[in-house]
């Protein structure tokens, strides 16, 4: 009994299970999966695995600024991808801003997936006045640009707190993205649980005195759980975007902790000045972390479709 719910058994049965036959199956989402851990390994490990500390002031050679490519006429074999214009390892700054990028895009789609998991819940299982507010609540969100909000929010955030620390100008980051990132969540989960509520074991576990708390919680989520998860992946794409977006604007991510978006907005000035790998790198790394994602997200909503099996 203890083998069955040890570790390596569930590991087991995971290797053995239709998601993993259809991964293993699958050349592009094989593909995708090793670049985006490429990209995740390299932004947690930045520390250890970048040759420079791009954001060190005390490291930077404005003598070495805006050096090309190693494999061009004028560039040197310690900037592999160039330097901008303070002198910064391009490579060295794709890791440190990749972190950043990556860290607010999971944290707002945490947060988005719990409030909108939570009140879609409440709107599908209750119903009656509790669904009609919930839902409003979703079409006046739907109708602002996500962007929109969000440059709202974080511009209100920026001018009530200047001197913020840089934690805080992430969090309102975060709150910023997740503000609207909550409602398909909301609307995928009502409607699941709307279906979910009038099966047979929801109505059992009401005649035996299930808490409805409990009968959320441990019926109905669970068959929830696949639409969810594909809903968070791809929206990790869509919170990484909207995060550069934001930071190309000037408005994200603080000055002295660059995210990808940042780099693209420093790159853009010197690109018409013939230093295109300033910009063109940032934008090559972004593309590859959110079309890794996407295509992710794409064959894990084909392997979790019955229907398609």
Same mark, same amino acid.
């Given at each position: 009994?203890?083998?069955?719910?040890?570790?390596?058994?569930?590991?087991?049965?995971?290797?053995?299970?239709?998601?993993?036959?259809?991964?293993? /199956?699958?050349?592009?989402?094989?593909?995708?999966?090793?670049?985006?851990?490429?990209?995740?390994?390299?932004? *947690?490990?930045?520390?250890?695995?970048?040759?420079?500390?791009?954001?060190?002031?005390?490291?930077?050679?404005?003598?070495?600024?805006?050096?090309?490519?190693?494999?061009?006429?004028?560039?040197?074999?310690?900037?592999?991808?160039?330097?901008?214009?303070?002198?910064?390892?391009?490579?060295?700054? &794709?890791? +440190?801003? $990749?972190?950043?990028?990556?860290?607010?895009? &999971?944290? $707002?789609?945490?947060?988005?997936?719990?409030?909108?998991?939570?009140?879609?819940?409440?709107?599908? +299982?209750?119903?009656?006045?509790?669904?009609?507010?919930?839902?409003?609540?979703?079409?006046?969100?739907?109708?602002?640009?996500?962007?929109?909000?969000?440059?709202?929010?974080?511009?209100?955030?920026?001018?009530?707190?200047?001197?913020? /620390?840089?934690?805080?100008?992430?969090?309102?980051?975060?709150?910023?993205?997740?503000?609207?990132?909550?409602?398909?969540?909301?609307? *995928?989960?009502?409607?699941?649980?709307?279906?979910?509520?009038?099966?047979? +074991?929801?109505?059992?576990?009401?005649?035996?005195?299930?808490?409805?708390?409990?009968?959320?919680?441990?019926?109905?989520?669970?068959?929830?759980?696949?639409?969810?998860?594909?809903?968070?992946?791809?929206?990790?794409?869509?919170?990484?975007?909207?995060?550069?977006?934001? $930071?190309?604007?000037?408005?994200?991510?603080?000055?002295?902790?660059?995210?990808?978006?940042?780099?693209?907005?420093?790159?853009?000035?010197?690109?018409?000045?013939?230093?295109?790998?300033?910009?063109?790198?940032?934008?090559?790394?972004?593309?590859?972390?959110?079309?890794?994602?996407?295509?992710?997200?794409?064959?894990?909503?084909?392997? &979790?479709?019955?229907?398609?099996?």
């Amino acid at each position: 009994m203890n083998e069955a719910v040890s570790p390596p058994g569930s590991l087991r049965r995971f290797f053995a299970s239709d998601l993993w036959h259809s991964f293993m /199956h699958s050349p592009m989402a094989i593909a995708a999966a090793l670049i985006a851990l490429i990209c995740i390994f390299g932004a *947690t490990f930045a520390n250890v695995l970048a040759p420079h500390h791009p954001f060190d002031l005390a490291t930077l050679e404005l003598a070495d600024s805006r050096l090309p490519p190693a494999w061009l006429p004028e560039g040197r074999a310690a900037y592999l991808l160039g330097t901008d214009d303070q002198g910064r390892d391009i490579l060295s700054a &794709l890791m +440190y801003g $990749s972190r950043i990028s990556l860290l607010v895009g &999971l944290a $707002s789609v945490a947060v988005s997936t719990i409030v909108g998991v939570t009140l879609g819940l409440l709107s599908g +299982y209750l119903g009656g006045n509790t669904d009609a507010f919930i839902m409003r609540v979703c079409d006046v969100m739907l109708s602002f640009p996500a962007i929109l909000v969000a440059l709202l929010i974080d511009g209100v955030g920026r001018a009530l707190f200047p001197e913020a /620390h840089d934690a805080l100008a992430y969090a309102v980051l975060i709150i910023a993205i997740s503000l609207t990132g909550w409602v398909p969540y909301a609307r *995928t989960v009502r409607g699941g649980a709307m279906v979910e509520r009038q099966k047979d +074991y929801v109505q059992a576990a009401r005649v035996i005195g299930v808490a409805p708390l409990r009968i959320m919680r441990r019926h109905v989520l669970p068959n929830l759980m696949g639409p969810v998860m594909v809903l968070a992946t791809l929206q990790v794409a869509t919170a990484i975007l909207i995060e550069a977006t934001l $930071s190309f604007l000037g408005v994200g991510a603080p000055p002295t902790s660059p995210s990808l978006g940042t780099l693209i907005r420093v790159g853009n000035d010197f690109l018409f000045s013939g230093d295109w790998w300033i910009t063109v790198f940032p934008g090559a790394m972004l593309v590859l972390i959110a079309l890794s994602v996407n295509l992710l997200g794409d064959w894990l909503r084909d392997a &979790l479709n019955p229907g398609l099996r």
